[in-house]
């Protein structure tokens, strides 16, 4: 495929994938979230193993920034899921937790 056809694509996905999550009800956003982690992990997986196989300098620099941002990007995605599934709690169940 030449360059314009990547582009136009790249871009149509970029509005389709905005129309898809902006529609999604808040109640769905943490099954949500869980998905997208266990997606990035999958992806990590592939960075560390594309990686691995690199047979220059500039391939592994890049390759291992993609591994710390992708890693970063994996770690903030379950911290705020796990702040969100805090919200659900009821307030008695939260003291019981900080006592222990």
């Given at each position: 495929?030449?360059?314009?056809?990547?582009?136009?694509?790249?871009?149509?996905?970029?509005?389709?994938?905005?129309e898809v999550v902006?529609?999604?009800?808040?109640?769905?956003?943490?099954?949500?979230m869980s998905g997208?982690?266990?997606?990035?992990?999958?992806?990590?997986?592939?960075?560390?193993?594309?990686?691995?196989?690199?047979?220059?300098?500039?391939?592994?620099?890049?390759?291992?920034?993609?591994?710390?941002?992708?890693?970063?990007?994996?770690?903030?995605?379950?911290?705020?899921?796990?702040?969100?599934?805090?919200?659900?709690?009821s307030k008695k169940?939260?003291?019981?937790?900080?006592?222990?």
């Amino acid at each position: 495929m030449d360059g314009i056809a990547l582009l136009t694509i790249f871009v149509l996905s970029i509005f389709v994938g905005f129309e898809v999550v902006s529609k999604v009800s808040t109640i769905l956003h943490t099954p949500l979230m869980s998905g997208a982690n266990a997606i990035h992990g999958i992806v990590l997986i592939g960075g560390i193993t594309v990686t691995g196989s690199s047979t220059s300098l500039v391939q592994t620099i890049i390759g291992v920034i993609a591994i710390l941002l992708g890693a970063i990007n994996l770690v903030g995605g379950f911290v705020v899921t796990d702040r969100m599934l805090g919200m659900f709690k009821s307030k008695k169940a939260v003291k019981n937790e900080e006592v222990l």
